[in-house]
């Protein structure tokens, strides 16, 4: 397990953050889903799920609750996630860091950051999922101990598609 970088600091996203946070993840998504997706698919999914008026929502209603992290100061990625109580578990539904930090335990931070939550909320399973194509990201998430337990293929509109992994993990005792 990588060391968390003393640089690194994980914390709720504010509204103020909406806006440099939605330019983080677009540029994070051209940059990393060609090849993936297409650019096309891009656009609509960064509309769908990132708009600020969704986040700002999500945020207010408590529907899901967002956290950034910040690399010296700078905002450098975030996550997201949300109890399933019809699942008994929580959705582990964003992960992002921008390739600048990648490699540094950033993201290991953020996910550790998931598993505690999901601890405090009383569920001992965390699940996400991943495009199948995402080689590198589903390897990072092995390597976090997630393993796959299913796989999904879901009509998002506009005739795309998510083709998903499902991954999930027991994180009993982690909180
Ligand atoms: C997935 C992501 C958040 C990982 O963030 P990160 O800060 O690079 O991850 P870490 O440095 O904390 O690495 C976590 C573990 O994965 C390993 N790892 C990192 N990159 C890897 C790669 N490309 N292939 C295999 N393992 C990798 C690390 O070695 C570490 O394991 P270890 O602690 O056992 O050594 C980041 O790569 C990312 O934002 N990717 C693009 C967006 C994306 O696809 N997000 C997921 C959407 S479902």
Redesign the pocket.
Known sequence: ??PVPDDCRISPLATADIAPLTALVRE?WHQ??PGIITVKQIEYMLEQRYSPDTIRAEIESGAARWVKLLVNGELG?FASYAADDARRAVKFD??????L???????????RHVEQAAGTLGYDKVY????RN?F??I???R??GFEVIDRVKTDIGRGFYMDDYVMAKVVRGEA
């Open positions: 397990m990588l994070i990393h889903y990625g964003k992960l992002y860091v921008h390739a930090f990648r490699g540094r335990g950033c993201g290991a931070a953020l996910a996400l999922q991943v495009n995402n590198d990201s390897a990072v998430y390597r976090l």
